[in-house]
C-alpha cells in the first residue's frame, strides 16, 4: 500500500488561503462546494492541502468568494500548479519535514530578513559552525544525521551564494558572534566568513552591540521570508515543538515592525563590519 504524503508548508499555506478567502466570503463549505459542482468533503481536503486545486477551480472559487485581487490570484494559482521538485526531494525521508519546508520556502523567496542573538543565521554559517551547533542538538543525533543537516544547511546557502542570489538583511546580536559554539579557529572562521559575505551587494549585515541602548522592544530570533506579495510573506520561528511557519496578517504586521525597531537600533552596515572585524581580532 502507497503511504499518502503529508502536505508540504507551502501546500498548507495555499490552503489556509482559500479557508481564508471563504470565511471572509461568509460561506460555509457545503456553500462552497454547491457553488462548485462538488461534494463538501472535496472542499474540506482542499482547505486541509490533502487534496489538489486546479486552476479552473480555483479562479472558480475566487469568483464565488468575490475576491478581486488578480495579482493574488494569480499568485495563489502558482502555487497551486507549482511541480517543483527541488534539490531538498533528495532529504525527504531522511529529515524531518520542516528542514524541507524551510528549503522550499527559500526557492520562492524573493528576500530574506534575520534577527539572531544566540547563534549566527543558518545562511550565514560555515559547514564547522553549523557542524557545532547540531552536535549540542538534544536528543543527540547520530553521526550520518548530523552530517545530512550539515549539508543541507550548507546547501541552502545557494539563495544568497548562487548565480540569481536574493537580497538577505541579517541583524545579528553580538551575543551571538561573541558565542564559541565550537573552538576559537571556528569562531574566527565564521566571522571572516561573515565579513566576506557582507561586501556582496545583496548582502547587508547589521550588528547589536551589548552596550547599545534601546534593545528592550527588539530581541527576538525569527527570519522573515518574503513571499511573491506581502500577504503570502511568512516568519520562521524555531519552537520547543519544532520549526514554526507563522504567516496570518495580523501576525506578520507585528514582525514587519519588530524588525524595523530591530533594524533602528542597530549599528549601521559599514560600523558593523567594523566591529566584527575587531572582534575576530580578539578572539
Given at each position: 500500500?502507497?503511504?499518502k504524503r ?5 501546500q ?6 482559500l ?5 471572509a466570503a461568509g ?15 472535496q ?8 487534496a ?10 475566487a469568483v ?7 495579482a ?17 526531494e533528495?532529504y ?7 528542514f524541507?519546508?524551510l ?5 520562492h ?5 534575520s ?18 551547533v547540531f ?7 547520530t553521526h550520518?544525521?548530523l ?8 546547501a ?5 551564494e548562487g548565480?540569481?542570489?536574493?537580497p538577505?538583511?541579517g541583524?545579528i546580536?553580538?551575543?551571538a558572534?561573541?558565542i ?5 579557529s571556528a569562531s574566527?572562521?565564521q ?5 566576506e ?24 530570533t525569527m ?7 506581502p ?7 524555531d519552537?520547543?515543538?519544532?520549526t514554526?511557519f ?18 533602528a ?5 559599514e560600523r558593523?563590519?567594523?566591529?566584527i572585524?575587531?572582534?575576530?581580532k580578539?578572539l
Amino acid at each position: 500500500m502507497v503511504t499518502k504524503r503529508e502536505p508540504t508548508a507551502r501546500q498548507l499555506r495555499l490552503a489556509v488561503e482559500l479557508r481564508r478567502l471563504r470565511d471572509a466570503a461568509g460561506l460555509s463549505a457545503r456553500e462552497a462546494a454547491a457553488l462548485l459542482g462538488v461534494n463538501s468533503v472535496q472542499i474540506s481536503q482542499i482547505e486541509s492541502g490533502t487534496a489538489g486545486v486546479s486552476e479552473k477551480r480555483l479562479r472558480r472559487l475566487a469568483v464565488h468568494y468575490a475576491c478581486t485581487d488578480e495579482a493574488f490570484i494569480d499568485a495563489l494559482v502558482a502555487m497551486a500548479t507549482d511541480r517543483t521538485r527541488g534539490w531538498w526531494e533528495e532529504y525527504r525521508g531522511l529529515l524531518p519535514t520542516s528542514f524541507l519546508d524551510l528549503s522550499e520556502l527559500d526557492h520562492h523567496a524573493r528576500f530574506q530578513r534575520s534577527v539572531a542573538i544566540l547563534f549566527v543565521p543558518g545562511l550565514l554559517q560555515t559547514a564547522d559552525y553549523a557542524r557545532a551547533v547540531f552536535s549540542n542538538r538534544i536528543p543527540e543525533l547520530t553521526h550520518d544525521e548530523l552530517d545530512l543537516r550539515v549539508q543541507h544547511r550548507t546547501a541552502r546557502r545557494a539563495i544568497i551564494e548562487g548565480p540569481t542570489p536574493i537580497p538577505f538583511e541579517g541583524v545579528i546580536h553580538e551575543a551571538a558572534l561573541r558565542i564559541r559554539v565550537s573552538d576559537r579557529s571556528a569562531s574566527q572562521a565564521q566571522l571572516t566568513r561573515i565579513l566576506e559575505l557582507s561586501e556582496a551587494d545583496h548582502i547587508t549585515v547589521r550588528v547589536i552591540p551589548f552596550d547599545l541602548d534601546d534593545f528592550s522592544r527588539g530581541g527576538s530570533t525569527m527570519t522573515y521570508v518574503g513571499g511573491v506579495l506581502p500577504k503570502l510573506d511568512t516568519v520562521v520561528r524555531d519552537a520547543p515543538h519544532g520549526t514554526a511557519f507563522v504567516h496570518s496578517e495580523a501576525q506578520l504586521a507585528a514582525y514587519r515592525t519588530r524588525f524595523r525597531k530591530v533594524e533602528a537600533v542597530s549599528l549601521d552596515p559599514e560600523r558593523s563590519r567594523d566591529f566584527i572585524h575587531r572582534l575576530t581580532k580578539e578572539l
